[in-house]
């Protein structure tokens, strides 16, 4: 078992910045891909990025290059999105997930945490 802890949403002005923390315990090791994923009123909830442990390698979703970095600290077993130039259309609950290899799909990702809200005005 993962237990993932998101942190770090909040209210934000556009234009504004946010860093979003994920912390993971348990079987961490059994799993090497984190990822963020997001999902606002009404829609799908959608991949946004992940990184590996093993290599650190990233994937973004087209909608977070560019203004979303994702990183991770191995020793603390925690994963980042720095969200920046942020715009109302980024207003979501945001997810940390995790996976046994770096994928956008959200069926590859078994363990998910419960949710950070983010909320960007305008």
């Known amino acids: 078992q993962v237990q993932l802890v998101e942190s770090g949403g909040g209210l934000v002005q556009a234009g504004g910045s946010l860093k979003l923390s994920c912390a993971a315990s348990?079987?961490?090791?059994?799993?090497?891909?984190m990822g963020w994923f997001r999902q606002a009123p009404g829609k799908e909830r959608e991949f946004g990025a992940c990184?590996?442990?093993?290599?650190?390698?990233?994937l973004y979703a087209d909608s977070m290059k560019g203004r979303f970095t994702i990183s991770r600290d191995n020793a603390k077993n925690t994963v980042y999105l720095q969200m920046t130039r942020l715009k109302p259309e980024d207003t979501a609950v945001y997810f940390c997930?995790?996976?046994?290899?770096?994928?956008?799909?959200?069926?590859?990702?078994?363990?998910w945490g419960q949710g950070t809200q983010v909320t960007v005005s305008s």
């Open positions: 348990g079987r961490t090791f059994s799993r090497n891909a």
């Open positions: 997930a995790a996976a046994q290899y770096k994928a956008s799909i959200r069926d590859a990702y078994d363990y």
């Open positions: 990184i590996t442990r093993s290599d650190g390698s990233k």
